[in-house]
Nanobody, 125 residues
Framework: QVQLVESGGGLVQAGDSLRLSCAAS????????MGWFRQAPGKERDFVAA????????YYADSVKGRFTISRDNAKNTVYLQMNSLKPEDTAVYYC??????????????????WGQGTQVTVSS
């Protein structure tokens, strides 16, 4: 069965950069859109970014647009989130997820049906 494993989180200072990786098992990775979500303590799980199956289109939350970049390497079954100019408010557990095919909005976590375990990103000021 499909599994997603995030890595690359850590403790950084404001203004620093991190690159998160999400490694997917399975042989049909290239057929699925992928997304990144994040959840801070006491808050809902929020959309961060998404990418179509081919990588041809990307979507971003307003809070990260211009700072974060989602990408994928289908040959490696991996999706990435490059995070630049990090802010303390970016602190959260970051999750990657696989979107259900033809499931509608890229922004809704309810449209994703496989999730990773999450990786912690902490940004200090």
């Amino acid at each position: 069965q499909v599994q997603l494993v995030e890595s690359g989180g850590g403790l950084v200072q404001a203004g620093d950069s991190l690159r998160l990786s999400c490694a997917a098992s399975g042989r049909t990775f290239s057929s699925y859109a992928m997304g990144w979500f994040r959840q801070a303590p006491g808050k809902e799980r929020d959309f961060v970014a998404a990418i179509t199956s081919s990588g041809g289109s990307t979507y971003y939350a307003d809070s990260v647009k211009g700072r974060f970049t989602i990408s994928r390497d289908n040959a490696k079954n991996t999706v990435y989130l490059q995070m630049n100019s990090l802010k303390p408010e970016d602190t959260a557990v970051y999750y990657c997820a696989r979107k259900a095919p033809y499931s509608g909005s890229y922004y809704s976590p309810e449209r994703y049906n496989v999730w990773g375990q999450g990786t912690q990103v902490t940004v200090s000021s």
